[in-house]
């Protein structure tokens, strides 16, 4: 069975300082992976994902991923943290050996706190 | 373009009664997903639509089901509600499943009493 890991429940970062996002994975093939981000009392906003080919991912407001295949993971940076960047940041993926039945399983997220 | 719509957004039931929620997704979508999100077990699958037809369900009791109209549209419909079914619940909408990205509409704030 396909399954995501987010081992922190929160991150500190300050504002400036570059912030990382960590996520690992488990799925029998190839992994379908993205990020996604909620803000207070809203649904989820796609960030970013990686499907195929380079293994660093750009996505929105200045988000890059790194997939790393040996690790089983896709951990969520950014250069320099903003303090509108604290939210809820989900990890999922989607198992691409399991054709139509497969299903996206997101991790448990990772609050992002950003302080000046 | 018109991002996901979600209708009703806020619901109060009382337990035993049924609910039917509403979801329209983005124009040109043709899969719909719905998750039940909750403080305690985070985001779980419930089901995944695609042209009308069930392509997945999660592990969630038969209480819970759902469909998808011609025009893509989707409901889901909880029967016999139970205070443990008080939840957020989101629809996310895709081009297609598999590798395209899923827009998620801002939720139904379930709450059973």
């Known amino acids: 069975a396909q399954s995501v890991a987010q081992p922190e429940d929160q991150v500190n970062v300050a504002e400036g300082n570059p912030l990382t996002v960590k996520c690992t994975y488990s799925?029998?093939?190839?992994?379908?992976l993205f990020w996604y981000v909620q803000y207070p009392n809203r649904g989820l906003q796609f960030l970013l994902k990686y499907i195929t080919g380079d293994n660093l991912v750009k996505g929105s407001y200045g988000f890059e991923a790194e997939f790393n295949k040996s690790q089983t993971s896709f951990h969520l940076k950014k250069p320099s943290a903003l303090v509108s960047d604290s939210a809820l940041y989900f990890c999922?993926?989607?198992?691409?050996?399991?054709?139509?039945?497969?299903?996206?399983?997101f991790g448990t997220g990772t609050r992002l706190q950003v302080t000046l | 373009k018109a991002g996901v719509t979600q209708t009703p957004r806020y619901l109060i039931k009382t337990r035993g009664q049924q609910v039917t929620l509403s979801c329209s997704p983005i124009s040109g979508h043709r899969s719909v997903s719905w998750y039940q999100q909750t403080p305690g077990q985070g985001l779980q699958f419930l089901f995944e639509?695609?042209?009308?037809?069930?392509?997945n369900k999660g592990n969630f009791p038969g209480r819970f089901s759902g469909r998808q109209f011609s025009n893509s549209r989707s409901e889901m419909n909880v029967s016999t509600l139970e205070l443990g079914d008080s939840a957020l619940y989101l629809c996310?909408?895709?081009?297609?499943?598999?590798?395209?990205?899923?827009?998620f509409g801002p939720g139904t704030r379930l709450t059973v009493t």
């Open positions: 996310a909408s895709s081009l297609h499943f598999g590798t395209y990205e899923q827009y």
């Open positions: 999922a993926v989607r198992d691409s050996n399991t054709g139509t039945a497969s299903k996206l399983t």
């Open positions: 639509y695609f042209s009308e037809t069930q392509r």
């Open positions: 799925v029998s093939g190839n992994p379908y």
